[in-house]
């Protein structure tokens, strides 16, 4: 069964940091490039971190410096690592796990971070 699940997502101030975990099931997730998208009540989904399955990452000018993606093979597991939150950061966060050669698109069922004042 193919599943992503997210988990760290919640409540913390302004300037605080919080940890996101997407674990993976049921794919071969060293193969595949991971990311994390994320909503905010009327906006699109936005990309906010991605990294290929060669580890080269990338992300929105937004949380460069502030957001750190990282991934552990052998755990099945992509991490997005947030500092100085901030309150613009609240939406809900979506992992993704793409391979393109297979035609694969797969999403998490998403986990809410809010940034208080």
């Known amino acids: 069964q193919v599943q992503l699940v997210e988990s760290g997502g919640g409540l913390v101030q302004l300037g605080g940091s919080l940890r996101l975990s997407c674990a993976a099931s049921?794919?071969?997730?060293?193969?595949?490039?991971m990311g994390w998208y994320r909503q905010a009540p009327g906006k699109q989904r936005e990309l906010v971190a991605a990294?290929?399955?060669?580890?080269?990452?990338n992300y929105a000018n937004s949380v460069k410096g502030r957001f750190t993606i990282s991934r552990d093979n052998a755990k099945n597991t992509v991490y997005l690592q947030m500092n100085s939150l901030k309150a613009e950061d609240t939406a809900v966060y979506y992992c993704?796990?793409?391979?393109?050669?297979?035609?694969?698109?797969?999403w998490g069922q998403g986990t809410q971070v809010t940034v208080s004042s």
């Open positions: 049921g794919i071969a997730f060293s193969g595949y490039a």
């Open positions: 990294m290929a399955s060669s580890g080269i990452s």
């Open positions: 993704n796990a793409k391979y393109d050669g297979l035609g694969r698109n797969l």
